[in-house]
């Protein structure tokens, strides 16, 4: 399971049974948490989730 707030790596493989928290950037061959993810970057998500949501409504029409 990946938690909320991560960002995983291209090519990351998570393997079978693996969990990880919120908020972790996640890498490898098998997948590990590298570090945890910023404030600034939970922000960034947020707004690029809500602006992602905007232009979806606009386009729907």
């Known amino acids: 399971m990946v938690g909320r707030y991560c960002i995983v790596g291209a090519g990351a493989l998570l393997t079978e049974g693996k969990n990880f928290g919120e908020g972790r950037v996640i ?4 997948a590990k948490a590298v570090r945890e993810v910023s404030q600034e970057q939970k922000r960034f ?4 989730a809500k602006s992602y949501a905007r232009l979806a409504a606009e386009y729907r029409g």
């Open 27 to 30: 890498i490898g061959l098998p």
């Open 45 to 48: 998500m947020e707004e690029k």
